[in-house]
Nanobody, 115 residues
Framework: QVQLVESGGGLVQAGGSLRVSCAAS????????MGWYRQAPGKRRELVAS???????NYAVGVKGRFTISRDNAQNMMYLQMNSLKPEDTAVYYC?????????WGQGTQVTVSS
């Protein structure tokens, strides 16, 4: 069992920045891939960014160059730094990891970008 808790969402104006965090209840050192997803109203959940245990990263086209994913294995944390935010980035952001055959999700944190 792994519990994931996101934090750091909020309301920001377009062009602003936010950092969302994900705290895991167990060590993430051995977990290969962790990721951030988002789901906007009426839309499907989509991958925003992922990071491997060796810190290789992958980004959705629409956030590349604006968002940065990172992880701190010692603190069992994952982060998503979001810069130059746009109204279309408005969504609930979820952290995710796959461990021992199970997909784990946090409860999500709302990010709202006003124009």
């Amino acid at each position: 069992q792994v519990q994931l808790v996101e934090s750091g969402g909020g309301l920001v104006q377009a062009g602003g920045s936010l950092r969302v965090s994900c705290a895991a209840s167990r060590s993430v050192f051995s977990i290969n891939v962790m990721g951030w997803y988002r789901q906007a109203p009426g839309k499907r959940r989509e991958l925003v960014a992922s990071i491997t245990s060796s810190c290789n990263t992958n980004y959705a086209v629409g956030v590349k160059g604006r968002f940065t994913i990172s992880r701190d294995n010692a603190q069992n944390m994952m982060y998503l730094q979001m810069n130059s935010l746009k109204p279309e980035d408005t969504a609930v952001y979820y952290c995710n990891l796959y461990y021992m055959g199970v997909d784990y999700w946090g409860q999500g944190t709302q990010v709202t970008v006003s124009s």
